[in-house]
Nanobody
Framework: QVQLVESGGGLVQAGGSLRLSCAAS??????????MGWFRQAPGKEREFVAG????????DYADSVKGRFTISKDNAKRLLYLQMNSLKPEDTAVYHC???????????????????WGQGTQVTVSS
């Protein structure tokens, strides 16, 4: 099992940027073997896929709503997952969660039910 802790959220004006981080820990968790993902959930809405990255970091996938604005990356040696968010819009306001699958997986993975471990999330609020 892996523990995930997100950070980097906050309040930003529309057009601004934020960089989210997700620290992974766990005795047997070798991040280089795992695809990872970012999801978000706004009040009254279902959790939605934002971005996914393959175990090597060489392949990525994005929701249409964030393509060209968000970039997912990972540092396997430091066991850190990142989400760089640029040109933020009010509709990006949500709690952002990072996620890991239950076993080594090439990825990217876009479906939430394929993930087993979730962080508690970090709030991102974009004002207009």
């Amino acid at each position: 099992q892996v523990q995930l802790v997100e950070s980097g959220g906050g309040l930003v004006q529309a057009g601004g940027s934020l960089r989210l981080s997700c620290a992974a820990s766990g005795r047997t968790f070798n991040m280089h073997m795992y695809a990872m993902g970012w999801f978000r959930q706004a009040p009254g809405k279902e959790r939605e896929f934002v971005a996914g990255i393959s175990w090597s970091g060489g392949s990525t996938d994005y929701a249409d709503s964030v393509k060209g604005r968000f970039t997912i990356s990972k540092d396997n040696a430091k066991r850190l997952l990142y989400l760089q968010m640029n040109s933020l819009k009010p509709e990006d306001t949500a709690v952002y969660h990072c996620a890991a699958p239950p076993r080594a997986f090439t990825g990217p993975i876009t479906r939430p039910h394929d993930y087993s471990d979730w962080g508690q999330g970090t709030q991102v609020t974009v004002s207009s």
